[in-house]
């Protein structure tokens, strides 16, 4: 009896080490190998092991070996803080581009005290929050989770978004791009006064 336990134990651990596993980190800490910043890279430095973004427009897009840079389906987990009056954003389903903000995919928005009304946990545009969940100077979680049409958003594990596009009567008719597919991710430098830290940023590729 005690051995087939030990057998039991030892596969439960291995499962929870596999399950582990699942997450794959996007960002080194070291370095931005892997992104590709554009329009304004110096808006983003690695300071102590973190992204600092701090400077004018600018995107880093992920374009490493995970999954080939490409995901559909997935889980994306990101630690995160915000200094006053900062506004940044995270996008998924998105492609590199020069300039401007990203015209392909959805981004999920960044800020507690800017001075734009659509606050943290936003499907910007789309589904949009106004309720501030962290404050300022303070460590926190984005959690956004894609199957589909749809769209899970959690902030400290609390979900503040729950979209699904072929359910949203009001989409607007010039959305364009700005839908589920499949692409890269990238996170934002929205403006000179905007101070942003991540910490960590990882992702579950689903089926």
Do not use: C
């Not at 931005?32 to 880093?60: C, M, Q, T, V, Y």
């Amino acid at each position: 009896m005690k051995k087939t336990l030990l057998v039991f134990s030892l596969m439960l651990l291995g499962m929870n080490l596999f399950a582990q596993s699942d997450w794959i980190t996007l960002f080194n800490g070291k370095n931005f190998d892997g992104w590709k910043i554009a329009e304004n890279p110096s808006s983003f430095s690695i300071e102590d092991g973190l992204i600092k973004i701090d400077g004018p427009r600018a995107h880093a897009f992920y374009v490493g070996p995970v999954n080939n840079g490409e995901f559909k389906n997935f889980e994306l987990m990101v630690e995160l803080k915000t200094m006053p009056k900062a506004n940044s954003g995270i996008f998924f389903h998105t492609a590199y581009q020069e300039t401007g903000w990203p015209n392909k995919g959805y981004e999920v928005q960044v800020n507690q005290t800017h001075s734009d009304w659509r606050k943290s946990g936003s499907l910007y545009s789309f589904s949009d929050v106004r309720e501030v969940h962290v404050k300022d100077g303070e460590w926190y979680t984005t959690h956004i989770i894609v199957r589909g049409d749809h769209v899970v958003i959690k902030i400290n594990g609390k979900t503040v978004t729950d979209y699904t596009e072929s359910k949203d009567n009001n989409r607007p008719a010039n959305a364009g791009e700005k839908k589920f597919d499949k692409g890269t991710f990238a996170i934002q430098a929205h403006d000179p006064e905007s101070v942003i830290y991540y910490k960590s940023i990882k992702v579950k590729v689903l089926d």
